[in-house]
């Protein structure tokens, strides 16, 4: 099973600034089969980035993904108030999908 | 549009069963693989099982092996999990999800998810 592990745990910021999710897992992530998930609180989460790099329906583009192997990259470039919830990495290589534990981005 | 509306849960004993269902429409649901994750109070996402979209090919978590059944009634647009040896553990909210494209239901992203039944295992 693939472990991933997200830092931060918690990103304090302020609307404007930039927030940066890392997610790093235990072996290697081939052909990029990676995503992220933004969930806001009494909700579902929803996809954001798949295929490291893709972003999925009606995401702005200052939402962004990279990274390939064993290490990803969420990048918001100017964090809205709607930006600040709980973000997730979770890989599909191989199975048992697996998510990484979550970071929060909270307001400053 | 894509819809999924989960329903089913509720409270139940240790060792009790539950069957959970989700409803879909807006989409082909016979070409789609469709998985449950569960997220347990203040914690993170945990996937459960999967299927294959004509439902021959089904896989699961360890921690729900042998205790959890997922299966689905094309002809109803409609997937189920049937839950039983119920832990404390597997009290969480379940949440039922498609497959982002018609790729291998062993290994799919989500998108979209429903809202979620929370299910209580509880003395």
Do not use: H
């Amino acid at each position: 099973e693939i472990v991933l592990t997200q830092s931060p745990g918690t990103l304090s910021l302020s609307p404007g600034e930039r927030a940066t999710v890392s997610c790093r897992a235990s072996q290697s992530v081939s052909g990029s089969y990676f995503a992220w998930y933004q969930q806001k609180p009494g909700q579902a989460p929803r996809l954001l980035i798949y295929g490291a790099s893709s972003r999925a329906t009606g995401i702005p583009d200052r939402i962004s993904g990279s990274g390939s192997g064993t290490d990803f990259t969420l990048t918001i470039s100017r964090l809205e108030p709607e930006d600040f919830a709980v973000y997730y990495c979770q890989q599909y290589v191989s199975s048992p999908v697996t998510f990484g534990q979550g970071t929060k981005v909270e307001i400053k | 549009d894509v819809q999924l509306v989960e329903s089913g849960g509720g409270l139940v004993q240790p060792g009790g069963s539950l069957r959970l269902s989700c409803s879909a429409s807006g989409f082909t649901f016979k070409n789609y693989a469709m998985s449950w994750v569960r997220q347990a109070p203040g914690t993170g996402l945990e996937w459960v099982s999967s299927i294959s979209g004509g439902g021959d090919g089904t896989c699961y978590a360890d921690s729900v092996k042998g205790r959890f059944t997922v299966s689905r009634d094309n002809s109803k647009n409609t997937l189920y999990l049937q839950m039983s040896s119920l832990k404390t553990d597997d009290t969480a909210v379940y949440y039922c999800a498609k497959d982002r494209a018609s790729g291998n239901y062993q290994t799919p992203r989500f998108d979209p998810w429903g809202q979620g039944t929370l299910v209580i295992v509880s003395s």
